[in-house]
Every structure is written in C-alpha cells, then in structure tokens.
C-alpha cells in the first residue's frame, strides 16, 4: 500500500505540472503531440484487442507463474489468475492505443518487447506493424508466454516471434538475430541496474530514428534514477515523460537536449 500511495501523491504532482501543446515549441514534437497523442480516432483493431482484454479479465483460468522481476503491485503467489495478471500485469487500453497509434505514425520494421505478459501490447503493435514488420517479444514465465500465444492466435496475428526465458539470458540472442531495432518497449523486471544493462544492449542495434519506450519510470526511486540515467545519456536527444512510461528519442538534429513532461 505505501508502493502506491507513494505513486499516487507522485502522479497527482505529474498531473497538475505537466504541460501540454502549447508548452512545445520544437515542429517535430508539436506534430508528434498533435498526430499521436491526441488523435482520438478508434480504428476496429482497437475493438478486436479490447474484445480480448475482456474476455481475460472475466477468465477464471489460473497459471502458476514464475516471476524473474522486481515483483508486480498484485499480491505474490506462484499460482495467480489470469483476470489478476490482466488487471495489475497489462498496460491500460490508452498506452495499447498510443503504442499502435506510434507504430502507424513511425512504421518501424524491427520491433522489440521485453516483457509480454498476456500480449495486450503486444498484440497492438503486430496489428499497427506493416505486413513485412517483425515483432519480438519476451517473456520470462513460460506459462505466461504460453498463454500470450494462444491470444495470438485468437486475433490472428501471424507477425509475432515469442522468446522465453530471463531477460539477462534471452535478450542478447534475440538482438543478434535483428539488423537493427526500430522500436523497443522494456516493461519488465523494474529495477534500475537491469534496465539500464537492457537499454545499453538495445542502443547497440538502435539508430537515429529509434524509439525506445521504458514502462514505470516513475514507480519506486530506483525506476526514476534509472529514467534520469537514460536522459542523460550522450546518444539521447530528447524525452518524452507521460508519467507512466518515458518515450526515448535519438534525433541528430536536436542541437539542444531537451525533456518534456506532458499531460496524457
């Protein structure tokens, strides 16, 4: 309960200091603002993956889980029900919806997610990917994961290459078996030291149009400084800070390093 309090009193001094639009000035972010984060439009894949949501949050299956991170805010347990790993593990529908609508905007070809869960988002960003797309995700529980692909398959989606195991082991295989990634989203483990090992092996294959999407930077102190650490990085030009995830950009052409909080 303090884990939330504590995030509560921090999202309530997010929300009534964050900025909006009208605090941008940069043409690039303003357009990202303005065709992304606020476009309201509801495209029928979002009806398909919300159908999906439903349906495991009424389920009284149960999986025995084998948890590789930093714990989640659901009660511990090696045997949890999948409504329970829904309600608590899964991004809300607005992060799904601004992942696809990030991915129809951007277009990238190599997408990375570490940390499936019951592949909500993951589902999202396969059906905002091209045809020709690739996206991987990992997952260190493989119940979990084997869950995740049955979802899969209830939506259709035949663009989406599963990887199981801890992140320390798995992710390096994967990296190598991708030319370049063009979009990651780390949400998984939720400690400082190894999201920022996994953001320094995914900067490896990242280039100057790479979006990188960090889940939670602001859930413990150790998230935070995990989050400051990344903004400060030399290679990283600009941030985007939407209280529950952080968006990471790497563009030459800001000459100024610039971080922006805003409203979502």
Known sequence: MNVQWQLAKKYLNYYFTAGNRHDVHSPFVYSLIEDVLRDISQPADYKAVEQLRKELLSSNETLQVTDLGAGSLMNAGNERAVRDITKHAAKPPKFGQLFYRLIKYYQPKYLLELGTSMGLSTSYMAKAAA??????????????????????????????????????????????????????????????????????????????????????????????????????????????????IGLVFFLPDMKIKQHFVLKY
């Open 131 to 244: 045809p020709d797309a690739k996206v991987y995700t990992i997952e260190g529980c493989p119940n979990i994961a084997a869950k995740a692909g049955r979802n899969f398959q209830s939506l259709g989606l035949q663009n989406v290459t599963q990887r199981v195991g801890n992140f320390d082991h798995v992710l390096a295989g994967v990296l190598d078996e991708l030319p370049q990634v063009d979009y990651v989203f780390i949400d998984g483990n939720h400690r400082s030291v190894p999201t920022l090992e996994y953001f320094e092996q995914c900067l490896a294959k990242a280039h100057d149009h790479s979006i990188f999407i960090f889940d939670d930077i602001h859930w413990t102190p150790d998230m935070e400084q995990a989050w400051k650490t990344i903004q400060d990085h030399p290679r990283v030009t600009f941030t985007i800070d939407l209280f529950f």
